[in-house]
């Protein structure tokens, strides 16, 4: 199993550009999400999905679009890219069970830089 | 005020000693997350708990629901130890699931 990969794991921007960064997972997880770190301000949750078909919004999702059309996949889109969204993005995802219990995975992580 | 507090933010240990981190939470959880980050790198989950306690090694997490809190142990430290310690809660339920981080505990540990 390789667990959860995120691809690019470093990018640079210009302002205004957009990009898109891939999670899969081959773990058969139903939950995905998304979160960006910043110092000083802990992991925020920018969107997650329970299953296929199914997205939501977490607590910062301005700029940024996902989509689930698989159970493996959960991209991220930045849709114009602005000196803000400067930050590492990790993917996670979990099993989506009863009681909503289930341990988190997490991909290494996504170093992007707008310039 | 954050949902989730973390103390302390800083630790310096020497090799072998006993260390204890700390949660607390405001909100009512189904599941609380210790989670490990080395600098510079991925995150590793080390434990999830919605009651009493759980042993892995050295590591050693216990959570009060009444009280909100919840404690990371670290027996015999070790330079390797040394990391980002994150808890994370679970709350909400169905589709309004979600997890909120504390912001972190930094860990040194010198030999």
């Known amino acids: 199993n390789a667990g959860v990969t995120q691809t690019p794991k470093f990018q640079v921007l210009k302002t205004g550009q957009s990009m898109t960064l891939q999670c899969a997972q081959d773990m058969n997880h139903e939950y995905m999400s998304w979160y960006r770190q910043d110092p000083g301000m802990g992991l925020r949750l920018i969107h997650y999905s329970v299953g296929a078909g199914i997205t939501d919004q977490g607590e910062v999702p301005n700029g940024y679009n996902v989509s689930r059309s698989t159970t493996e996949d959960f991209p991220l889109r930045l849709l114009s890219a602005a000196p803000s969204q400067t930050s590492v993005y990790f993917c996670?995802?979990?099993?989506w069970g009863s009681g909503n219990t289930g341990e988190l995975f997490f991909g290494e992580g996504s170093r992007l830089t707008v310039l | 005020k954050n949902e989730v507090e973390q103390s302390p933010q800083n630790l310096t240990a020497q090799e072998g000693e006993f260390i204890t981190i700390n949660c607390s939470y405001s909100v009512g959880i189904s599941a609380l997350h210790w989670l490990q980050q080395h600098p510079g790198g991925g995150i590793v989950s080390l434990f999830m708990l919605s009651s009493g306690k759980k042993k892995h090694g050295r590591l050693i997490a216990t959570i009060n629901i009444q009280e909100k809190h919840s404690s990371l142990h670290i027996t015999a430290s070790h330079p390797r130890d040394s990391a980002v310690y994150i808890c994370?809660?679970?709350?909400?339920?169905?589709?309004?699931?979600?997890?909120?981080f504390g912001k972190g505990t930094l860990l040194t540990v010198n030999p």
């Open positions: 996670a995802s979990s099993y």
């Open positions: 994370a809660v679970r709350s909400g339920g169905g589709s309004n699931y979600k997890l909120t």
